[in-house]
Every structure is written in C-alpha cells, then in structure tokens.
C-alpha cells in the first residue's frame, strides 16, 4: 500500500499543475469534476460527501445572473476567459461563487445611475415636410462641380452670363477665365441628351441649365475664342509696346549721340600711342566691345588703370565728354530685352488673329457683328498687331543703321550684346569718375588745411612730380554736386564731375587780393 502510493506520487510530480489536480479529485472520486475539468463543460452540482468544492465551485446552485432592463454604460477592461482562471490559482478561483464573504452589488442603484438616457423626442415641425426632389443632370460629377465654382464666381444669372458671351462683353471675363470656360464645354453626346430632355428646366442641375442657356447663343464656342484672343492680344501688346519702344529709343540714342564719338576718338588715338610698333597699332577703329578693356590695362601705380587717365585728361580739358553716362541712360534700360522673343511672340499671337477673322468671316451675320466690335473696332486688336510689326520692321532698320555705324556685320550684330556692353561701359565709367574725383578732393582738402596761402595753380607747379594725378584740377565737394545737378545727374554720379572754371575763378581772386 505504502509502495503504491509512494508511486503515485512519483507519477504526479512528473505531471503539470493542472494534471496533478485532476489526478487528485480523481482519487477523492468526484466524477462530476473530473468531468467537468476534462470536457470543460458547465459543472453540475456536485453531491459526493468526501468533495471539498474549493475548486470545483459545485455545491449549491448558483444564483441566477441580475440582467438590466435599460440600456447601460459600459466599463471598458480586457475579459479573461472562464476556462483560463479556473485552471490556475488565480484571484477568481480561489473565492467561490457561493461563498457569504462574497459582496452583491446594488443593481438597482447601478441601474439608476448609469443607464443611458433615452434621446429626446424629435421636435415636430409646424410647417408641412417639403420633399426635396432630386436633381436631374447629363453631366459627369466631376465636370459638374468644376462647372458650378466657375458660375459661382460671377454672382449673376446664367442668362446674363449666356448674354455676355453673345454680346462678347469682357468686363467680367479676363483671359484665365474665358480659358477655363473653353474646357468646361459641353461635348456632343451632352449636347443630344440636353436638346432631347423633356423634363422641365427647374428640375435640372445648375450646371445642365447653364448649357441649355449657352446652346441658345449661335456659334458660342467661336465668340468664346474671339474674346480669349482679344484679351490675349490686349496684354501682350500692353507687354510689347514699350518694349519695342525702348529699343528703338536706344539704338536712335547711340546713332544720334555727339559725345560718345568723341569719347571713342580720344580712346583711338590713346590705343595707337600705346600700341605703337606692335601689329595692333595704327588702326583706323575699334570693336564696340573693346570700351571695356579700358579697365584691364593696368598703370605703374597700383589702382590706376587706362580708363582712370583718361577720365583725368577729360576732367582737365573736355568736361562735356563726363556726361556721357548721361547719354547711355536709355540704352541701359534697354539692355535684357530680347527682340527675337518679342518678334516670336506678336508673330504666333497675329497668326491666331488671322485664323479667328476667317472663321468669322465664314460664320453666321451676328457673329460678323461681334467680330466687327471685339477684333477691328472695339479694341482694335488686329489693328494694333499689325502696328507692332511695323515697329519691329523699324527696329530692324535702325539695328541695319547701327551695324555700319559700329562697323559690324548686319546679319551677326546682335542688339542686346551692344545694349549691354554699353551698360557695362556706363557702369565702369561712373565707377572710375567716382574714384578719380573722390582721390582730387582728398588731395585737395589736405592742402587747403595745412598749406592756406597756396592757390591750385601753385600746388600744381609744386606737385609736378606727381606722375600718378598729373595736373589735377579740384573743387570742393559742394562745388562738384553743385555742378552734377545742374547737368542733371543721378545723385549717385554727383560726387563725380568738377569744374575747371572754379578754380581759375579762385586763383583769380587770389592774384588780385595779393597785389592789393
């Protein structure tokens, strides 16, 4: 006996906890239990007297579940199975259902407390139920909705908005609107389903009633293009005018301008000094393009170049060759101006001019109408492009005109290189003339400190050495903005020139108070 239960015991450390358990109500002969643990099905109530019920939970009969009346609000937490906590000795094995110790919770107060109230009663309307009737459409949902935030933007009727197109008013319709309008065309089989809808006009979309209004315009597809054009053709002449202008006044200031042959001689007969003896000397002209080396050919003394000598000569002899910034100004702004972009341009925009006055000529007697008023009359549109061709045919007779005058090929000579060489050239020389004068007025302050009672004629024949600013000419500065102004400079440019004609009037009323 001992050696059969020693075995047993053996055997049932060799098995888990569930098992031992098992094997141990087994032996105290609870078939009820034991099959309950082994098929895991609802235990009946257990009557063996050797069965202690702790684990089983048999005994008496359970109480019978408390169910709500009303709708409750729910406890959110995560379930554990019953089969799972019953296995093992958890909290809710261990205290069984039966148990007195065991607390009942109010389920009347529970139910009073948080059951969900019931939603109020719908408010009954006084006025009769209007049954909205659904709209009727031929139109595809997306095409739809585009077209209804197009006629948003207008705030009137869809009959004025059909009268605008007839009557090709452009008021309200600028370019980016009437284009869009074009892609929001009805197509054909919409057209059909439209014309052959029996259905009255009220009972269809908003979208489907604007098409019924457009299709009553005769040839509402041409007057549409007609005012796209017209709008098209009014910005891009706004555009072109005066540019082309700018460039006409440009090449007619470098034709016209007195100062800058002068200026281009001077620097002739200083390159064939400079280039005596060599293969680039003894020329009769220069490039365009070369005013802007004058700045590459360096002094002996640091920061004086070509172009800061010359403009000290032009400062003591020829005063009137320091405003030719003054000349260049117009050429300047014409600089990054392309003519063959704007020649493309007006050319493509003329061509669709064209194309629309045949159309139209081949078109209805109303449409002729609108023709007349929106492309000749009204805004002359047509008119006007062919006014701007004319002005780009001046242009190119002009650019001929400056090509021989500069010495260049006709057919190479590009406009906007010479238009911005001669801005550069105007920038380098307000530059250089701002640095040279800034230099005089330093030197000449100096002496006029330390050594009063000499005059500019005197600190001249003193200085004759100098080799860097020989026979400078100085003012003050308030002479040199006085003068600056008078010309009519930019008061950038003011600091830049002086005037001879002071400092001869200084030494004179020196010479005369020293004979006195």
């Not at 141990?24 to 609802?42: D, G, I, P, Q, W």
């Not at 009204?378 to 008119?383: A, D, E, K, Q």
Request: aromatic share 6%; hydrophobic share 35%; glycine share 4%.
């Amino acid at each position: 006996m001992t050696d059969q239960q020693g075995g047993k015991n053996n055997q049932s450390r060799k098995m888990g906890p569930g098992q031992a358990m098992e094997s141990l109500l087994s032996s105290m002969h609870c078939s009820n239990h034991h099959k309950a643990v082994s098929r895991r099905s609802v235990p009946k109530p257990c009557s063996h007297p050797r069965c202690s019920h702790l684990t089983c939970g048999c005994g008496e009969q359970p109480h019978a579940k408390k169910t709500p009346t009303l709708r409750m609000k729910l406890f959110h937490w995560q379930k554990l199975p019953s089969d799972v906590v019953r296995q093992s000795r958890s909290i809710w094995a261990v205290m069984p259902s039966s148990s007195k110790e065991l607390v009942e919770p109010d389920y009347a107060s529970l139910e009073l407390l948080f059951s969900v109230p019931p939603p109020p009663p719908p408010k009954e309307k006084t006025g009769p139920k209007i049954k909205k009737t659904k709209e009727i459409t031929f139109i595809g949902p997306k095409k739809s909705l585009l077209l209804s935030i197009f006629l948003k933007q207008f705030k009137c009727s869809n009959e004025d908005i059909a009268a605008m197109i007839q009557k090709g008013d452009r008021s309200k319709l600028d370019a980016e609107m009437l284009k869009q309008l074009l892609k929001l065309l009805p197509e054909d089989q919409e057209v059909k389903s439209l014309k052959s809808c029996k259905e009255e006009k009220s009972q269809l979309a908003n979208a489907d009633q604007f098409y019924l209004h457009l299709l009553e315009v005769p040839s509402y597809q041409l007057r549409i293009e007609c005012m796209l054009i017209c709008e098209e053709t009014k910005i891009l002449l706004e555009c072109l005018w005066p540019k082309a202008q700018a460039i006409r006044t440009a090449c007619e200031t470098i034709l016209t301008s007195h100062r800058l042959p002068v200026f281009c001689q001077l620097i002739l007969k200083v390159g064939n000094f400079l280039n005596y003896g060599h293969h680039t000397g003894d020329a009769g002209g220069f490039k365009i393009s070369a005013l802007l080396k004058l700045t590459e050919t360096k002094a002996n003394q640091s920061h004086i170049t070509l172009l800061h000598h010359i403009l000290e000569e032009v400062e003591k002899n020829h005063t009137d060759l320091l405003q030719l910034p003054r000349d260049l100004d117009f050429v300047s702004k014409a600089a990054g101006i392309h003519i063959d972009v704007m020649r493309a341009e007006a050319g493509a925009n003329l061509k669709k001019l064209l194309e629309i006055e045949k159309r139209l000529f081949l078109s209805t007697d109303d449409s002729k109408i609108q023709h007349g008023k929106s492309v000749q009359v009204g805004n002359g549109s047509l008119n006007a492009s062919k006014d701007l061709q004319k002005e780009f045919a001046t242009i190119e007779k002009k650019k001929e005109e400056l090509a021989d005058y500069l010495c260049e090929d006709r057919k190479k000579l590009s406009l906007e290189d010479v238009f911005s060489t001669m801005k550069t050239f105007r920038e380098i020389f307000l530059k250089a003339l701002q640095v040279v004068t800034k230099t005089e007025l330093h030197k000449w302050n100096y002496f006029n400190k330390t050594l009063p009672s000499f005059s500019p004629s005197t600190w001249r024949k003193k200085n004759q050495t100098n080799k860097a600013f020989p026979n400078t000419q100085m003012i003050s500065k308030t002479d040199t903005v006085k003068g600056s102004k008078e010309a009519g400079l930019s008061p950038r440019a003011d600091d830049c020139f002086t005037s001879s004609q002071k400092i001869k009037e200084a030494d004179g009323r020196r010479k005369e108070t020293g004979r006195k």
